[in-house]
């Protein structure tokens, strides 16, 4: 009979996976970790090292690891359901943004 893990067994071995996998691309190509691109899960400007392309979306790292474990415990089942899980948060990255710009022409 197969051991069933436990959820923590399972985010704590996602963790380690998608880590491994940030610090892989910066050893194969050490400017991973300093050139940055929009996320299309969370919006955020983040590394390359450890992003992954799922059907065409660009995820970073962090959105990786949120989109792997969600995989993992059946609580996504693609990357759209985590996208509009995070919409919320990135259109609020995206007012942030505005905001800002708004701010800084305005100086």
């Known amino acids: 009979m197969a051991e069933r893990r436990s959820e923590q067994e399972i985010i704590e071995e996602m963790q380690q996976v998608v880590e491994q996998m ?34 065409g979306y660009r995820l970073c790292n962090d959105c990786v690891l949120l989109a792997e474990t969600g995989f993992a415990l059946g609580k996504i089942k693609d990357t759209d359901d985590l996208i509009n899980y995070i919409e919320d948060k990135h259109l609020e990255q995206l007012c942030d943004f505005i905001k800002q710009e708004e701010k800084r022409e305005s100086n």
């Not at 050893?27 to 590394?47: H, N, R, V, W």
């Open 22 to 55: 940030r610090l892989d691309d910066i050893e194969d190509d050490p400017s991973s970790a300093e050139e940055c691109f929009d996320c299309d899960c969370c919006g955020q400007s983040k590394p390359f090292a450890g992003s992954i392309d799922y059907n």
